[in-house]
């Protein structure tokens, strides 16, 4: 018997039909946190990305290769990544220096850790006026087939490098090869400079745009067609402009009339350019199944940062370039289509279960406990069968430049500079990481973000004040809305003699800031709602939550206030010396902290107080403490391990009863170490630093594998088999 159903055609064609017919719309990443710093110039199908950045402490140029949200610098000498193949291969070249009048530049080739020098097919002639012996590696295939263009005082060319040999090919100037070996770029043809293709045994000439006029080519793609830029016009309204030549033809993209070229299509025949705007500024484009959008319009509403130009496009749809803010500082991006290609994979495994039923019925298998649990439970009855694992994304590209603080459950994430970074900047700045994109808070109001609500309300620090002749403060500072202030003192300094500072350590969704102050005077907490100061029975605050319950210390004992009264948490040892400290809360009221323990030898330990008792968790030796709890009773915090130094730090996952190194729970990540955990939301994601080659750390944060959004999709898909089974029952199945 076989049942015929007819919902699969119809929600594939549906699927189909409104994927190809919607208006692409792209979600933006920035590579790079640190304004005109870097930017990117290739990317392959897997996502990898190669392009320049320059060290904002030295000012020196450098290549990075940006895989799966990690930007690593590549090894010197190389200074600039110009093309990445499919399977990793980077091309690029070393800096440009003169030494004693000789000026020479190198080609590099980057794989699997190691750097290679790409030989010059030329030299120079030392009579030369002066000297110079340059080469640039500008294209790379999967077989590792290099093309660059190479030149000396008196011979310059395109050249092939492949299996150790130099093949100085016949064209001018070279621009990308493809996997079948053929190199696009351009040459002369009698008195024209031409587009060229060079397919292995000859060079076809492409010809212009009109007879006659210059044309150039930057990409080509694995079936031959190859984009770039042309002459066009006469008089006022002659430009250059966006082609591509397909099926032996050369056609014009797009009706633009101020100079614009086509830099990049993929094998789908997407292309990406710039167009020149009237102030000289660039504007993107992607052309499309016969259609050019402007990709500015294709971000959503009023995104903060605007698009400048558009280097490449991989088979994915993924696009690079250049965003920038109404400031003018400027940074390298990643656009990817929305929603993701991973995320409708997920959905399409489901629809491929629905396939499966439409085949001859025969006794049929039970599902699989995982899939039964996502149509029970949801994809975390799923997770919890499973060891928790964790993907690394770094929220900031630069080392040693800022510091993540809290997370709330949408997945904003805030923070600030670090102290060397603010340092060398002469200023402090918070940020707030949003969707992939990392926002620097007003600058004259925040210098750190220590919280944020389930709303968006921020608290932290605001900048370094005069408040008189070689004086200095900090105050608390709040954001909200776009809109940032300073937040009223409670217990204001003496002004003759200022010193001390305030925080604000907390926020709740309904905006009631937890504000410490620390003045010579003693420290003293207090809140802040509605234009009321609520003094705490309390020396210091960590942590408020939505009913507006405050863990924090006192006397050296951990305390929760709660609708007026104090609640002593309690201790984990009788000794006189015993103390215990507050870190974080949860709705629920469950504290986290550390707390003095052990026999003869004491040391610092993680504590959870929950039903009314203190209770130490884990099983760690050496001191360790909890730092944050999320609503699932996940905690995370640090330790030290025997023979740490008082800088080494390690952090660590205490869930379901089981406490786990966060280090041993990363997916995909070897070498990376993490350093601290600052907060966990709901969703089980942890922000904190992640470090490698010892004290190289970055911004990091870590996402349960598989993440929430795709296990959502493969759900959505397996909830359709659910309802094609109930369907198939009342048909008799």
């Given at each position: 018997m076989v049942f015929r159903f007819h919902a699969l055609p119809a929600l594939l064609m549906?699927?189909?039909?409104?994927?190809?017919?919607?208006?692409?719309?792209?979600?933006?990443?920035?590579?790079?946190?640190?304004?005109?710093?870097?930017?990117?110039?290739?990317?392959?199908?897997?996502?990898?990305?190669?392009?320049?950045?320059?060290?904002p402490l030295t000012g020196v140029q450098r290549a990075f290769a940006w895989r799966s949200g990690q930007m690593s610098v590549l090894p010197e000498p190389m200074a600039t990544a110009r093309a990445i193949s499919g399977q990793g291969h980077i091309a690029g070249a070393t800096n440009t220096v003169t030494v004693e009048?000789?000026?020479?530049?190198?080609?590099?080739?980057?794989?699997?850790?190691?750097?290679?020098?790409?030989?010059?097919?030329?030299?120079?002639?030392?009579?030369?006026?002066?000297?110079?012996?340059?080469?640039?590696a500008v294209g790379v295939n999967s077989a590792g087939t290099v093309v660059g263009n190479a030149g000396a005082n008196r011979r310059t060319s395109a050249y092939l490098f492949a299996n150790q040999a130099l093949t100085v090919l016949p064209m001018m100037w070279s621009s990308a090869i493809n996997e079948q070996g053929q190199v696009a770029g351009r040459t002369f043809f009698g008195n024209s400079e031409h587009a060229a293709l060079y397919d292995g045994a000859r060079v076809i000439d492409l010809g212009a745009l009109e007879q006659g006029r210059f044309s150039n080519a930057s990409d080509l793609n694995d079936h031959g067609w190859v984009v770039g830029s042309s002459t066009y016009g006469?008089?006022?309204?002659?430009?250059?402009?966006?082609?591509?030549?397909?099926?032996?033809?050369?056609?014009?993209?797009?009706?633009?009339?101020?100079?614009?070229?086509?830099?990049?299509?993929?094998?789908?025949g997407a292309v990406v350019g710039t167009v020149q705007g009237p102030s000289g500024q660039g504007s993107?484009?992607?052309?499309?199944?016969?259609?050019?959008?402007?990709?500015?319009?294709l971000l959503g509403p009023d995104p903060a940062l605007r698009l400048v130009s558009a280097a490449d496009i991989n088979d994915a749809g993924q696009i690079i370039g250049q965003a920038c803010d109404t400031a003018g500082a400027c940074f390298?991006?990643?656009?990817?289509?929305?929603?993701?290609?991973?995320?409708?994979?997920?959905?399409?495994?489901?629809?491929?279960?629905?396939?499966?039923?439409?085949?001859?019925?025969?006794?049929?298998?039970?599902l699989s406990r995982c899939a039964a649990a996502i149509l029970l439970g949801g994809a975390g009855a799923c997770a919890m069968a499973s060891p928790a694992r964790y993907s690394l994304t770094l929220l900031d590209g630069v080392a040693r430049a800022s510091v993540p603080r809290a997370i709330n459950n949408a997945g904003v994430v805030v923070g600030g500079m670090s102290s060397d970074y603010g340092q060398m900047l002469g200023e402090g700045r918070a940020f707030m990481w949003k969707a992939g994109q990392m926002t620097w808070l007003p600058e004259l109001d925040m210098s750190m973000a220590l919280a944020v609500s389930e709303r968006g309300h921020v608290a932290g620090i605001g900048q370094?004040?005069?408040?008189?002749?070689?004086?200095?403060?900090?105050?608390?500072?709040?954001?909200?809305?776009?809109?940032?202030?300073?937040?009223?003192?409670?217990?204001?300094?003496?002004?003759?003699?200022?010193?001390?500072?305030?925080?604000?350590?907390?926020?709740?969704?309904?905006?009631?800031?937890?504000?410490?102050?620390?003045?010579?005077?003693?420290?003293?907490?207090?809140?802040?709602?509605?234009?009321?100061?609520?003094?705490?029975?309390?020396?210091?605050?960590?942590?408020?939550?939505?009913?507006?319950?405050?863990?924090?210390?006192?006397?050296?004992?951990?305390?929760?206030?709660?609708?007026g009264r104090v609640i002593d948490l309690g201790l984990l040892s009788s000794?006189?010396?015993?103390?215990?400290?507050?870190?974080?809360?949860?709705?629920?009221?469950?504290?986290?902290?550390?707390?003095?323990?052990?026999?003869?030898?004491?040391?610092?330990?993680?504590?959870?107080?929950?039903?009314?008792?203190?209770?130490?968790?884990?099983?760690?030796?050496?001191?360790?403490?909890?730092?944050?709890?999320?609503?699932?009773?996940?905690?995370?915090g640090y330790f030290s391990k025997a023979g740490d130094g008082p800088a080494d730090r390690h952090s660590?996952?205490?869930?379901?009863?089981?406490?786990?190194?966060?280090?041993?729970?990363?997916?995909?990540?070897?070498?990376?170490?993490?350093a601290s955990a600052a907060d966990i939301n709901d969703g089980g994601q942890i922000v904190g630093l992640a470090c490698r080659n010892g004290d190289l750390c970055y911004s990091a944060l870590l996402s349960p594998v598989p993440e929430p959004a795709s296990w959502g999709m493969l759900a959505a898909g397996m909830g359709a088999v659910a309802l094609a089974r109930g369907r198939l029952r009342q048909r008799g199945g």
């Open positions: 549906l699927a189909l039909a409104g994927a190809a017919a919607a208006t692409p719309q792209y979600r933006l990443t920035l590579l790079d946190p640190a304004p005109n710093a870097s930017s990117a110039n290739a990317i392959n199908s897997r996502g990898e990305i190669a392009g320049d950045w320059r060290d009048g000789f000026t020479f530049r190198n080609a590099t080739l980057y794989y699997q850790g190691e750097l290679r020098t790409v030989p010059n097919p030329f030299s120079a002639d030392p009579q030369g006026a002066p000297p110079f012996e340059v080469n640039t006469t008089g006022p309204g002659q430009h250059t402009h966006s082609f591509v030549y397909r099926n032996g033809q050369m056609q014009a993209i797009g009706d633009w009339l101020t100079d614009n070229q086509a830099n990049a299509v993929n094998n789908d993107p484009y992607l052309y499309q199944g016969g259609l050019v959008y402007d990709l500015n319009t390298a991006a990643l656009l990817t289509p929305v929603p993701e290609p991973a995320a409708w994979g997920m959905l399409a495994a489901g629809l491929g279960v629905l396939a499966w039923l439409r085949r001859p019925r025969r006794p049929r298998p039970r370094l004040t005069s408040v008189g002749p070689g004086w200095f403060e900090l105050h608390a500072a709040s954001y909200y809305e776009g809109k940032a202030g300073a937040v009223p003192e409670a217990f204001p300094g003496d002004p003759a003699r200022p010193s001390g500072y305030t925080a604000a350590q907390g926020v709740n969704s309904s905006g009631t800031l937890l504000v410490n102050s620390h003045r010579p005077g003693g420290d003293h907490a207090y809140t802040y709602a509605g234009g009321v100061i609520t003094v705490l029975p309390m020396d210091t605050a960590a942590a408020i939550n939505d009913a507006g319950q405050v863990a924090g210390a006192s006397g050296g004992r951990a305390v929760l206030y709660d609708r000794a006189p010396s015993a103390v215990a400290v507050a870190r974080g809360m949860n709705e629920a009221g469950a504290v986290v902290g550390g707390a003095t323990y052990g026999g003869g030898a004491l040391h610092q330990h993680s504590f959870l107080y929950e039903g009314g008792r203190m209770r130490a968790i884990g099983s760690l030796e050496g001191d360790n403490a909890a730092v944050a709890v999320n609503n699932r009773g996940d905690v995370v660590y996952l205490y869930s379901g009863g089981v406490q786990s190194d966060l280090d041993a729970l990363l997916a995909d990540a070897p070498g990376w170490h993490i």
